[in-house]
C-alpha cells in the first residue's frame, strides 16, 4: 500500500449549488473507483474542508462513471451574489479534494504508472 494523494488517481470539478459547493471526483481509471469509493467518505470530506464547510456533506455515488459527487453544504459564505469570499463559487474545492491523501494498493499504482497516469 501507498499513500498518495487524489491528484495522483483521480481528476475533480467543482462549482456552487447557491450556498453549497459541488464537488465531483472521478477515478481515472475504473479499478480505482472502489478504493477512492472506500475512503473517501462524507466524514473524511467534511474533515478535510473543516476550515469552510460549516454544513453538512452529502455523497452521491456515480460507479458507472466510477465517480462521486459530494455537496458541502453552508461552504461558501451565502454564495456567489452574497458571499464576499475570494472563491463563493468553489472553483477551487475541486483541486483542494484532489489534495486528500489516500492509501491505495501498489498494483494498483504501478498500473496507473504504465498507463502513463501515475
Not at 472521478?26 to 473507483?33: K, V, W
Not at 466524514?43 to 474542508?49: A, G, I, N, S
Not at 463559487?89 to 491505495?104: F, P, R, S, Y
Request: proline share 3%; with cysteine; glycine share 12%.
Amino acid at each position: 500500500m501507498a499513500r498518495v494523494p487524489l491528484s495522483r488517481i483521480a481528476h475533480a470539478r467543482s462549482g456552487d449549488k447557491g450556498d453549497a459547493s459541488n464537488v465531483g471526483l472521478i477515478a481515472d481509471r475504473h479499478e480505482l473507483y472502489e478504493t477512492i469509493r472506500d475512503q473517501v467518505t462524507p466524514e473524511r470530506v467534511k474533515q478535510h474542508f473543516a476550515a469552510i464547510c460549516r454544513g453538512r456533506v452529502e455523497r452521491f455515488e456515480v460507479p458507472n462513471l466510477g465517480a462521486l459527487n459530494f455537496i458541502l453544504h453552508d461552504s461558501l459564505g451565502g454564495g456567489g451574489t452574497e458571499s464576499l469570499l475570494t472563491d463563493a463559487q468553489g472553483k477551487t474545492h475541486g483541486q483542494g479534494l484532489l489534495m486528500m491523501e489516500i492509501e491505495v494498493p501498489d498494483a494498483l499504482l504501478a498500473d496507473a504508472e504504465e498507463d502513463g497516469r501515475g
